[in-house]
């Protein structure tokens, strides 16, 4: 469109045409004047050449003057959208329609509303928590009869009070990273701008203290305990006050993801039915010490390599992460690494069981587990942030099917 307006006015037919005029030579009348007619078809002609020139010139700087401010105008919108479009193709974040793009009815901002919180409570550490608590529920199952409804309200209990700690946890480290956030996960509300630091203390505040509420009013001491632990690691891992903030050093940060994900959540909820429910002694069996070794492994994997695609921000704002000391290439192949041997000793594990059931289905499940992990790993372009944080997202669906094979080791 640009061009055509500018060939219109630049070098196309002219508006006025030369030689032209709409005066007729049988309207002059003096007719028998020798050479009457063609000097004044000439005048004529001259006079509207000036007359021409005269307006072409200023519709040419009128043409041209909008032009240029049309074409400043869509560029900056241009790169305003194309830096929002790359941001979130570079953030592993579904691209979603900016604010604005649809009309401001009260059904749009729901679903805005929606949208901002489902992106604040971290949704793939939402369905971690839950489906780890249920999984961990059903080790303590021993018949038929226990799957019954104070069977269901316990675990109900335990998924509910863990999701809404589970939502202070992850809001509580993205008001301590805002800054970051703006570099690495640019997507998330907070960094975007779409919730204020008030309305993030506000979310925080309110499921912590919903959680602690529910765990006291259930009554079951483990569950309460693991609220209590997760509270107290969950903060100190984040909060930037004196002594804190352990996720400045890439150990003591590791530790805390592999006590809340692999310790924490498999004794404790395990110990809530057991114990609160069931009411029955605390067993440690066979599934147990297997889910909390295999989930230890998986935990230290999850801690090192959420810091993969997060290098530019932690380099900027000085998180001492294994990824920043020893490169992304080194760090991404010892994750990969070490799920693989937990994958092997998960079949060596499955091998010895003495239900053909149970050994057919993990030795299978768990070998098709890590011939996947590998074929997807070694597919990876470790120069994209995007193909990184793609297979990061994908580490969390190992996680989730991990747990649906806990269940099935006796």
Same mark, same amino acid.
């Given at each position: 469109?640009?061009?055509? /307006?500018?060939?219109?006015?630049?070098?196309?037919?002219?508006?006025?045409?030369?030689?032209?005029?709409?005066?007729?030579?049988?309207?002059?009348? @003096?007719?028998?004047? @020798?050479?009457?007619?063609?000097?004044?078809?000439?005048?004529?002609?001259?006079?509207?050449?000036?007359?021409?020139?005269?307006?072409?010139?200023?519709?040419?700087?009128?043409?041209?003057?909008?032009?240029?401010?049309?074409?400043?105008?869509?560029?900056?919108?241009? $790169?305003?959208?194309?830096?929002?479009?790359? !941001?979130?193709?570079?953030?592993?974040?579904?691209?979603?329609?900016?604010?604005?793009?649809?009309?401001?009815?009260?059904?749009?901002? %729901?679903?805005?509303?929606?949208?901002?919180?489902?992106?604040?409570?971290?949704?793939?550490?939402?369905?971690?928590?839950?489906? &780890?608590? #249920?999984?961990? &529920?059903?080790?303590?199952?021993?018949?038929?009869?226990?799957?019954?409804?104070?069977?269901?309200?316990? %675990?109900?209990?335990? +998924? %509910?009070?863990?999701?809404?700690?589970?939502?202070? /946890?992850?809001?509580?480290?993205?008001? =301590?990273?805002?800054?970051?956030?703006?570099?690495?996960?640019?997507?998330?509300?907070?960094? &975007?701008?779409?919730?204020?630091?008030?309305?993030?203390?506000?979310? +925080?505040?309110?499921?912590?203290?919903?959680?602690?509420?529910?765990?006291?009013?259930?009554?079951?001491?483990?569950?309460?305990? *693991?609220?209590?632990?997760?509270? #107290?690691?969950?903060?100190?891992?984040? !909060?930037?006050? @004196?002594?804190?903030?352990?996720?400045?050093? *890439?150990? +003591?940060?590791?530790?805390?993801?592999?006590?809340?994900?692999? %310790?924490?959540? $498999?004794?404790?909820?395990?110990?809530?039915?057991?114990?609160? !429910?069931?009411?029955?002694?605390?067993?440690?069996?066979? @599934?147990?010490?297997?889910?909390?070794?295999?989930?230890?492994?998986? =935990?230290?994997?999850?801690?090192?390599?959420?810091?993969?695609?997060?290098?530019?921000?932690?380099? /900027?704002?000085?998180?001492?992460?294994?990824?920043?000391?020893?490169?992304?290439?080194?760090?991404?192949?010892?994750?990969?690494?070490?799920?693989?041997?937990?994958?092997?000793?998960?079949?060596? !594990?499955?091998?010895?069981?003495?239900?053909?059931?149970?050994?057919?289905?993990?030795?299978?499940?768990?070998?098709?587990?890590?011939?996947?992990?590998?074929?997807? *790993?070694?597919?990876?372009?470790?120069?994209?942030?995007?193909?990184?944080?793609?297979?990061?997202?994908?580490?969390?669906?190992?996680?989730?099917?991990?747990?649906?094979?806990?269940?099935?080791?006796?």
């Amino acid at each position: 469109m640009d061009a055509l /307006i500018l060939g219109s006015s630049t070098g196309g037919h002219s508006l006025f045409i030369p030689g032209r005029s709409s005066w007729r030579r049988k309207d002059l009348k @003096p007719d028998n004047i @020798p050479g009457f007619s063609r000097r004044v078809q000439v005048s004529t002609c001259y006079s509207y050449n000036i007359i021409e020139n005269f307006y072409t010139k200023r519709f040419r700087k009128h043409i041209v003057k909008h032009h240029a401010r049309g074409i400043q105008e869509t560029s900056t919108a241009s $790169q305003k959208s194309n830096t929002k479009f790359l !941001v979130k193709a570079t953030s592993g974040h579904p691209l979603e329609s900016e604010p604005g793009a649809y009309p401001d009815t009260p059904w749009n901002s %729901v679903k805005n509303a929606l949208d901002a919180f489902y992106r604040f409570s971290r949704p793939h550490t939402v369905i971690g928590t839950a489906l &780890s608590i #249920v999984s961990v &529920s059903l080790l303590a199952v021993e018949k038929l009869s226990d799957i019954s409804s104070p069977f269901y309200t316990g %675990v109900l209990e335990a +998924v %509910v009070a863990a999701l809404m700690m589970n939502i202070y /946890i992850v809001g509580l480290n993205q008001l =301590s990273d805002i800054e970051i956030d703006k570099v690495n996960k640019p997507y998330l509300p907070l960094a &975007s701008g779409e919730y204020s630091t008030l309305t993030g203390i506000l979310i +925080v505040t309110s499921f912590s203290i919903m959680s602690f509420w529910l765990g006291w009013v259930v009554g079951s001491w483990p569950l309460f305990w *693991a609220l209590f632990v997760s509270f #107290v690691l969950g903060t100190a891992y984040s !909060v930037n006050l @004196p002594l804190l903030r352990w996720k400045r050093f *890439a150990l +003591v940060a590791a530790m805390c993801i592999l006590a809340v994900r692999a %310790v924490i959540v $498999q004794l404790a909820f395990y110990l809530h039915i057991q114990s609160h !429910v069931f009411s029955r002694p605390a067993v440690f069996s066979k @599934p147990l010490i297997f889910a909390t070794a295999f989930m230890s492994f998986f =935990s230290v994997v999850i801690a090192l390599f959420k810091d993969i695609p997060d290098i530019e921000g932690d380099k /900027i704002f000085g998180i001492k992460s294994y990824t920043v000391r020893l490169g992304q290439e080194r760090v991404f192949w010892t994750c990969i690494s070490l799920l693989e041997m937990a994958y092997g000793v998960s079949i060596l !594990v499955g091998a010895t069981s003495s239900y053909t059931w149970s050994k057919a289905i993990t030795v299978l499940g768990h070998s098709i587990l890590a011939a996947i992990l590998w074929i997807r *790993a070694k597919s990876v372009d470790l120069k994209s942030k995007a193909a990184i944080t793609s297979c990061y997202m994908f580490i969390w669906k190992l996680f989730y099917a991990e747990y649906l094979l806990i269940p099935l080791i006796r």
